[in-house]
């Protein structure tokens, strides 16, 4: 049983990094042949592996054709979003009140740990942090299913950003997120709902636009190609 559940570890880890550091584009067919033969391992695991990266949004099972990896389409990216915004502005109604000067110490000490490791290009670090940031209001509210449905929510949008390439690692001045978890922050010291949700819509509206547009120019290479 434990070799069983160890090559199929493996082999999720293995298409992670490969989905994820785009060696394994959007789109691509994951075939058993050709993962069987470069793991050395039987189809079994594999088949096993796709399951539970199904789950966790890394791939797709076509009937009758296969697994691939996740392509969302434009449409499911704004759905992601929209339920991400509402969820997000939500967690602020129910969870502001209840964030203390510790908390905001917390999110100040946060977005500079985002600022030293994106100087380093640590992008999974970078977005672990981004998540962070991100889920302490959540947390607040005292309400697990803003917590649990946010966090999902938030792990398939990550998925969205690293295998478009959406992070932009060349220029601190061009990273508007940073910036804009600055207002956030800000806004969050001067209690006022609106004013945080407004910043939070705004922030989350800037970053949909960027993965929409990436998104398009991936669908208008393929068609291309």
Not at 42 to 66: C, D, H, W
Not at 119 to 128: C, F, L, M, S, W
Request: glycine share 4%; hydrophobic share 40%.
């Amino acid at each position: 049983m434990k070799t069983k559940q160890s090559a199929e570890q493996m082999i999720i880890d293995k298409l992670k990094q490969a989905i994820l550091s785009r060696e394994l584009a959007p789109g691509t067919k994951l075939v058993e042949a050709i993962i069987s033969e470069k793991l050395q391992v039987s189809r079994t695991p594999i088949r096993n592996a796709f399951r539970k990266l199904v789950e966790e949004g890394y791939v797709t099972l076509v009937q009758n054709k296969g697994a691939y990896v996740v392509q969302p389409d434009i449409k499911e990216i704004i759905q992601a979003f929209e339920l991400r915004i509402e969820l997000e502005c939500i967690a602020v109604k129910f969870g502001l009140d209840k964030i203390t000067n510790q908390d905001i110490l917390k999110l100040e000490d946060t977005l500079e740990e985002e600022l030293a490791v994106y100087k380093t290009q640590d992008i999974p670090e970078y977005i672990a942090l981004n998540k962070r940031f991100h889920m302490l209001l959540a947390d607040r509210s005292g309400n697990k299913y803003i917590s649990e449905f946010l966090h999902k929510v938030i792990e398939q949008i990550d998925i969205y950003l690293r295998i478009y390439d959406v992070v932009d690692t060349k220029s601190e001045e061009k990273n508007k997120s940073l910036d804009e978890h600055r207002k956030i922050i800000d806004a969050i010291r001067g209690e006022d709902i609106e004013k945080v949700q407004t910043a939070i819509r705004h922030h989350l509206q800037s970053t949909l636009e960027t993965l929409k547009s990436t998104a398009e120019g991936y669908k208008s290479l393929d068609q291309m190609l």
